[in-house]
């Protein structure tokens, strides 16, 4: 199992921005799909943005545009660049690794958007 934690989290206003990273243990180069998602209390787990091995991207509708996933091979990273934050971002945000029909998580960081 793949070992992720993730840090970057914090208090922003509205309009700011942030960068969430995901340090994996082992090498980055066998996990073939690293996604990032977000919890709020009393709602499902959503899908924020992922990203495979060969450099394919999605992201969610509510994020287009304003987040950017990005992976650094060299440093065995997943990032999660966070402009234009708002009120309606904040959440729990956990990295996700799929590797070998294994899922592993990240325990989560916690990111308010607030004046």
């Known amino acids: 199992q793949v070992q992720l934690v993730e840090s970057g989290g914090g208090l922003v206003q509205p309009g700011g921005s942030l960068r969430l990273s995901c340090a994996i243990s082992?090498?980055?180069?066998?996990?073939?799909?690293m996604r990032w998602y977000r919890q709020v209390p009393g709602k499902q787990r959503e899908l924020v943005a992922g990203?495979?091995?060969?450099?394919?991207?999605n992201y969610a509708d509510s994020v287009k545009g304003r987040f950017t996933i990005s992976r650094d091979n060299a440093k065995n990273t997943v990032y999660l660049q966070m402009n234009s934050l708002k009120r309606e971002d904040t959440a729990v945000y956990y990295c996700?690794?799929?590797?070998?029909?294994?899922?592993?998580w990240g325990q989560g960081t916690q990111v308010t958007v607030s004046s």
């Open positions: 082992g090498s980055i180069f066998s996990i073939p799909l």
């Open positions: 990203i495979t091995s060969g450099g394919s991207i």
């Open positions: 996700f690794a799929f590797r070998l029909g294994a899922s592993s």
